[in-house]
């Protein structure tokens, strides 16, 4: 692959592997982690433009969120009209955006039976003025996410990478998947070389990308600029910073220790806690410490297990960081590569 410097407009990107927006996932403290590690970018949980003009307490704790200064703060919008994603923009650029991403691509039914998501892609006029709205109102750079189409039908991802180019979208990121298949299936790195070929503005692909080798093939396959990981940075935030790394340099960096797993858990649940209030964020760290646990191959067993257990139903940050110490420190584990 090319070794030239990749933009987003005026912001240079480190490297060629982001983290996806994750709804629920890929909060703040999330994407400090990543960042930290050698992410080129990590993209914000999905804003939605109702709960924008709601003013609902979830939208704003998004909002609020900050990243680490060591990469661009992306903020992710999804809305169903032009006027939706004007405000959602205008909101994101208030809360510190550097560049605003716009969701084409969700397919979740309560996403795309608002018209939002990757329902836009049933409609690419409305589509295109959509990120007419958002480009005019931002002033900063934007991209979209998308998939593939809504069904095999209508695999239209390369003539609405056109129109967002047109629209003055400066990056897309193309999910391997089609709306229906959701998660199903295997993700087509393929079918990512239609839209490269479509465009002149950076093409970052999505989708099954798990592992320095998958991300050197996804890029081989699709012809693609930079990859995108989501799930399987849950509980490894660290990995996207190794597929940069691989990207760069052909170097497989070594995981972090098991000791490190533990203080970056523990940081992460506590960056959660001091932003949300320690109910709310402890419940929402929960899917994260779970997935450094099991990442690391330390809730399994006897007790291993009731350990793990014992976390996921804390009421007590004080109480979550001693299990997880405890987790983290000992000795009949060994931390998964």
């Known amino acids: 692959m090319t070794q030239a410097e990749l933009r987003v407009g005026p912001i240079s990107l480190s490297g060629r592997a982001l983290l996806a927006p994750m709804a629920g996932v890929t909060d703040a403290a999330m994407r400090g982690v990543a960042l930290r590690h050698g992410a080129s970018a990590a993209v914000g949980e999905m804003i939605a433009a109702a709960g924008v003009a709601r003013g609902d307490r979830e939208t704003r704790l998004r909002l609020a969120g900050t990243l680490a200064a ?34 084409m691509g969700c397919p979740c039914k309560r996403v795309t039976g608002g018209l939002a998501g990757s329902a836009l892609m049933r409609d690419l006029d409305l589509a295109g003025r959509l990120i007419d709205a958002v480009v005019a109102a931002a002033k900063i750079p934007v991209s979209v996410k998308m998939r593939l189409g809504w069904d095999e039908s209508s695999r239209n991802a390369a003539e609405l990478a056109r129109r967002a180019q047109d629209a003055g979208a400066m990056l897309v990121a193309v999910h391997g998947r089609t709306r229906q298949q959701f998660y199903t299936g295997a ?37 693609a600029d930079a990859v995108m990981i989501g799930r399987a940075a849950l509980g490894q935030p660290w990995l996207v910073g190794d597929i940069a790394e691989f990207l760069r340099s052909g170097r497989r960096r070594a995981s972090p220790s098991r000791a490190e797993r533990g203080e970056i858990a523990i940081r992460h649940m506590e960056s959660l806690v001091a932003a949300m209030g320690a109910n709310a964020g402890l419940r929402h760290a929960r899917k994260h410490l779970a997935a450094y646990v099991d990442r690391a191959g330390l809730g399994t067993g006897g007790q291993g297990a009731a350990l793990r257990l014992a976390l996921l139903v804390s009421t007590e940050p004080s109480q979550a960081r001693g299990l997880l110490e405890t987790l983290f420190d000992r000795d009949d584990c060994e931390a998964a590569a």
């Open 70 to 103: 060591e990469g661009p703060n992306v903020v992710q919008i999804a809305a169903r009209d032009p006027e939706g994603a004007r405000l959602a923009a205008h909101a994101a650029v208030e809360a510190g955006a550097d560049w605003i991403d716009v969701n």
């Open 187 to 223: 993700a087509d790195w393929r079918a990512i070389a239609a839209v490269k070929q479509a465009v002149a503005i950076p093409v970052v692909a999505n989708g099954d990308c798990d592992s320095p080798d998958a991300a050197a093939e996804m890029l081989r396959l699709s012809g």
